[in-house]
């Protein structure tokens, strides 16, 4: 089977946003300067050695493994990334902030495991679906396992809490199903019963009954509850159309929380204006349209085609979330801006992800035909 180069233009799109994170995540860090100078080294070498430097070479593994081991090796990844994210409830290990333990902290370095296991997921549902193939059709092939996986990874997930994570994979796990040619009564099935889930959870979760007010009244507990939503409106309604200037974000300094992480589109518009985030948010319309259009026309296989739609939806469903909670069109979710937002541990998997997406773009179209 012939292989070209990697699809140049999906590699310069991750490129141009990777650059823009890179200076919109060093501007906003300028708001945790102004408190404390050590902090403020600490996130800057974690996100570009750990995540950055990291990401590179993350990157660079993704685009020369075969990704037919990825296959081979599908349940024994999914395992130990279940096992990996419930390292976040063993005391000593597991590492809280902000209310959630989300972290493990191994040898002085923390991260978060949930992010291996969403690709550990990922490759283990699309090399499921494509071992169905046409059994898809079948809920016992299709829905069924889904409900188990989702119902194992929901167990480990709520317990720290972190519900937008399930949410995504959700999300994602919806769209390969749908892409494997599965059934639209089984999708709308599966929406339904996460929309019911989702119900019962934030009857009972104070805090997810919380954002939905927030979401559903953001004028009431200014000062409180919907602070943060507040602070982030000002600082992107005060960009304009051309931004207050690079580096000239007042909201980053003692108003918005999180300005490095959570709240970074809001520092971003209040710098760059209308025109930045239109622009951002074309980048990221063009990398799932050019994601799915090498999903279409390069996977060579089943396996691969699910693979790069599951790691291109989940990306951009994240990044859009985060961008409609922090403009109140979606409830705040706390979930960070892929390649914008802290995190060396987001950063560096997004890119090696990214990788695997570029190693499948590299096989010919003629293979496919041929198949």
């Known amino acids: 089977m012939k292989q070209n180069k990697i699809d140049k233009v999906f590699f310069g799109i991750v490129i141009a946003l990777v650059v823009i994170g890179l200076i919109a995540f060093t501007s906003a860090s300028l708001g945790i300067l102004a408190k404390s100078e050590t902090k403020f080294y600490s996130v800057i070498f974690s996100q570009y050695v750990f995540g950055f430097l990291g990401g590179l070479i993350a990157l660079v593994i993704g685009l020369k ?23 976040v409830l063993v005391p000593g290990i597991g590492q ?10 191994i040898f002085g370095y923390s991260f978060q495991p949930v992010e291996f296991l969403k690709i550990g997921f990922i490759i283990y549902f699309a090399a499921w679906l494509s071992w169905a193939k046409g059994k898809v059709r079948d809920p016992i092939f299709s829905v069924l396992p889904l409900v188990v996986m989702l119902g194992v990874i929901a167990g480990v997930l709520l317990k720290q809490p972190d ?34 889930a989702l119900v019962i959870l934030v009857s009972f979760k104070p805090y997810l009954r919380e954002r939905v007010n927030t979401f559903l009244n953001p004028g009431e507990n200014s000062r409180t509850s919907s602070y943060q939503l507040q602070q982030s409106l000002i600082a992107v309604g005060s960009g304009g159309i ?14 918005l929380p999180e300005p490095q992480g959570d709240s970074i589109f809001a520092v971003y518009g209040e710098e760059m204006g209308f025109v930045g985030t239109a622009v951002l948010i074309c980048l990221y319309l063009a990398f799932v349209l050019r994601g799915y259009r090498i999903a279409i026309r390069n996977a060579p296989d089943s396996f691969a085609k699910l693979l790069v739609i599951g790691i291109v939806t989940i990306i951009t469903a994240q ?8 403009i109140g069109v979606f409830p705040l979710t706390g979930v960070p801006l892929v390649f914008i937002s802290q995190g060396g541990t987001a950063l560096l998997l997004s890119l090696g992800m990214v990788g695997i997406v570029l190693n499948i773009s590299r096989f010919q179209v003629k293979a496919i035909v041929e198949r």
């Open 65 to 87: 493994i075969p990704y037919k081991l990825l296959r081979k090796h599908s349940l024994v990844l999914f395992i130990l990334s279940i096992i990996l994210t419930g390292l």
């Open 242 to 255: 051309m931004g207050r200037g690079l580096g000239q974000s007042i909201q980053k300094f003692n108003y």
């Open 319 to 326: 990044s859009f979330m985060n961008i409609a909670s922090i």
């Open 96 to 105: 809280t902030h902000g209310g959630a333990r989300r972290w493990v902290e």
């Open 163 to 196: 519900t937008k994570s399930i949410i995504l994979i959700t999300i994602t796990a919806a769209v390969m199903l749908f892409v494997s040619g599965a059934p639209i009564k089984y999708i709308l099935g599966i929406v339904g019963l996460s929309i019911i």
